[in-house]
């Protein structure tokens, strides 16, 4: 399994900017780790996708936060960024990192962090 270590989440006012980091680590040797990303999930609300980007950094960002919110990723390191800037009261949610990866060629799984909060008020 992967384990995943969200940090940077906080209160910021709106037009403030925040970065979340999600570092990914594993006690055994795995295959490859592949699409890494955000979700998020306001308080009775579904976890959509915010941000996500590949092993070759093809990204993908949901519309609401085209234009604002940067996601970026350090290979040697495992580690996912969001660079969120303009923030808005409505970008307040729990923030997810989600980590895909092949612990043999064969199979596919996904990890998920633990969760920070932003808030963002207005």
């Known amino acids: 399994q992967v384990q995943l270590v969200e940090s940077g989440g906080g209160l910021v006012q709106a037009g403030g900017s925040l970065r979340l980091s999600c570092a990914a680590s594993?006690?055994?040797?795995?295959?490859?780790?592949?699409?890494m990303g955000w979700y998020r999930q306001a308080p009775g609300k579904q976890r959509d996708l915010v941000a996500s980007i590949t092993s070759g950094g093809t990204t993908n960002y949901a519309d609401s936060v085209k234009g604002r919110f940067t996601v970026s990723r350090d290979n040697a390191k495992n580690t996912v960024y969001l660079q969120m800037n303009n923030l808005k009261p409505e970008d307040t949610a729990v923030y997810y990192c989600a980590v895909d990866f092949k612990p043999t060629i064969l199979m596919s799984l996904r990890s998920w962090g633990q969760g920070t909060q932003v808030t963002v008020s207005s």
């Open positions: 594993s006690s055994r040797s795995i295959f490859s780790i592949n699409d």
